[in-house]
């Protein structure tokens, strides 16, 4: 069973950028697809961006499309959401997940293991 924590949260204003990571242990990391999905306060957890177990093969979100790079390294055991252009709106507690697909997919009742989140707030 695979183990997930995110880092890299923190606060920036409107127009910066940000890097999050997410360290995986306890399986093989090369076996599961990664997804980040993002919750604001009283709002539904949100599909942000998922990657194959490769990295060959990626999917994003449409408010964040342009804006937003997923990618892995599978040696460090480790995927990254790197976003740029923040915005107000991408204010929320973001999630790292996992699960055995070949192929990412977006519904997040799908993926099995879950992160602490980070929290990322941008001011305006």
């Known amino acids: 069973q695979v183990q997930l924590v995110e880092s890299g949260g923190g606060l920036v204003q409107a127009g910066g950028s940000l890097r999050l990571s997410c360290a995986a242990s306890?399986?093989?990391?090369?076996?599961?697809?990664m997804a980040w999905f993002r919750q604001a306060p009283g709002k539904e957890r949100e599909f942000v961006a998922a990657?194959?177990?490769?990295?060959?093969?990626?999917l994003y979100g449409d408010s964040v499309k342009g804006r937003i790079t997923i990618s892995r390294d599978n040696a460090k055991n480790t995927v990254y959401l790197e976003m740029n252009s923040l915005k107000p709106e991408d204010t929320a507690l973001y999630y790292c997940?996992?699960?055995?697909?070949?192929?990412?997919?977006?519904?997040?009742?799908?993926?099995?293991?879950w992160g602490q989140g980070t929290q990322v707030t941008v001011s305006s």
């Open positions: 997940a996992a699960d055995r697909f070949l192929l990412p997919v977006v519904p997040a009742t799908r993926y099995a293991y």
């Open positions: 306890g399986g093989t990391f090369s076996s599961y697809a």
């Open positions: 990657i194959s177990r490769s990295g060959g093969t990626t």
